[in-house]
């Protein structure tokens, strides 16, 4: 993969699904055979959210940064941005969002998913643990997906927390094309992009980039 394509600045691996949903071109068939036996099992596998691109996840991490999203702690409850530090801040943002050029999302190889059958009616997806948990309306699903998905090559890299990147279950990858990936993206390529784009907290980043490397990005399941 190039590493215009594995910081999500172009598309040229992806495969439109549909209007608002492309992914990896090599993970197509796996993803709709992991979706024929969700289906055969009662369930309505669907993505919520597949390929993001490096524009995209700047204006997340920017509009985060600048206090035009809320942020949230480790318990899903906003935080008071004013009583934050700039690294408090920086943190924060990192526990919940990716640092743009750094989403596994620019990859095509990891999708969020759910059951749209499942969501009680007037209820949105919240994409939050509580959804996949044992009372939550996901919980069958995750159960599913746990004791299936590994057969299509599908693995949760956040399945628990271990102190950088909150626990996703709703969040899975494709590890054979994935694995890859991550080796790809060194500090040098990452550190690079940060510099070259508007990107909020910049001279923090860098500051602060061999950490968040070891512990927001190489620190998976």
């Not at 990858?173 to 910049?202: A, F, M, W």
């Not at 490397?213 to 998976?220: D, G, S």
């Amino acid at each position: 993969m190039q590493i215009t394509e594995l910081t999500g600045q172009i598309e040229t691996h992806l495969t439109q699904l549909d209007a608002r949903t492309a992914i990896h071109s090599d993970v197509v068939a796996p993803f709709l055979a992991l979706q024929e036996s969700a289906k055969k099992a009662g369930f309505n596998l669907q993505i919520a959210s597949g390929f993001r691109s490096f524009e995209r996840q700047r204006l997340i991490w920017n509009n985060k940064y600048a206090g035009k999203a809320p942020l949230l702690n480790k318990d899903e409850t906003p935080l008071d941005t004013e009583q934050l530090s700039e690294l408090e801040k920086l943190f924060a943002i990192l526990h919940w969002s990716a640092l743009p050029g750094v989403s596994r999302h620019h990859w095509g190889t990891d999708i969020d998913i759910y059951d749209p059958s499942l969501l009680p009616q007037g209820k949105k997806l919240q994409l939050v643990c509580s959804e996949y948990q044992q009372s939550g309306y996901f919980f069958e699903l995750n159960q599913w997906l746990s004791e299936n998905m590994g057969t299509f090559g599908f693995y949760r890299p956040y399945q628990t927390y271990q102190g950088g990147v909150a626990a996703e279950p709703w969040h899975i990858s494709y590890r054979p094309i994935s694995q890859g990936c991550l080796e790809k993206l060194t500090i040098d390529v990452i550190y690079d992009l940060i510099n070259k784009n508007n990107v909020l907290g910049k001279s923090l980043i860098c500051q602060q980039l061999p950490m968040i490397y070891k512990q927001y990005i190489c620190n998976i399941n």
